[in-house]
Structures are given as C-alpha cells and as structure tokens.
C-alpha cells in the first residue's frame, strides 16, 4: 500500500521559513518522481515543484528562489525547504508520487496534506 505523509507545517511569520517532509512508502521511491501540490483556502489546487528519479527539479514561478525541493532516497524522504514565506503561501501542502504518461507527470497518490500558515 503507497503511504504518503506529511510533516512540518505550522505557523509562521512573514519572511521566516519550514521545512516540510514526506515519509513515503509502499512503493519503489527512488524511481519515482515526487511533487508538491498546494490548496491556498478557498482556492484550487496548485502544483509547486516536481523531483524527478535522478533528481532534477522544476517549480513554478511564484516560489522560484524561495522553495527547494530536494529528496533522500536511502530514507524513502522528500523534502520541501521553504524560505522567505509570505502570506500568500499560506496553504495545505501536499506530497504526491507522480506517474509519467504523453501529459507528462501526474501524481497517481497523495498524502493527507500538512498546514502552512503564514501570518504576523
């Protein structure tokens, strides 16, 4: 069974920084590629970064040079370090293990999700 889980979330002031983590297992983590999906509140969901099995990362604009995802593969990990956080980053953060199909990646499994709230 895939397992996904999320820590790290929390309250934060403007400017300060987390780093949230994902335990994953139940699946051959070092073959897959790992995402970072945000849901700001009454929002839709917004896809953040994507590690891919040799490790080369994408994000998207908005975080770009605040966000690093990075990953441990002898731990089945993936990590999101988040600096510089301003409100508008406050969101449930989620992990997911990504399938590879013609669309490109697409997370096939998703973990529950931990909270980041951003506020002075």
């Known amino acids: 069974e895939v397992q996904l889980v999320e820590s790290g979330g929390g309250l934060v002031k403007p400017g300060g920084s987390l780093r949230l983590s994902c335990a994953a297992s139940?699946?051959?983590?070092?073959?897959?590629?790992m995402s970072w999906v945000r849901q700001a509140p009454g929002k839709g969901l917004e896809w953040v970064s994507v590690i891919n099995s040799g490790g080369a990362t994408t994000y998207v604009d908005s975080v770009k040079g605040r966000f690093t995802i990075s990953r441990d593969n002898a731990k089945n990990m993936v990590y999101l370090q988040i600096n510089g956080l301003k409100p508008e980053d406050t969101a449930v953060y989620y992990c997911t293990k990504n399938a590879y199909n013609s669309f490109g990646y697409v997370p096939d499994y998703w973990g529950k999700g931990t909270l980041v709230t951003v506020q002075s």
């Open positions: 139940g699946f051959t983590f070092s073959t897959s590629a």
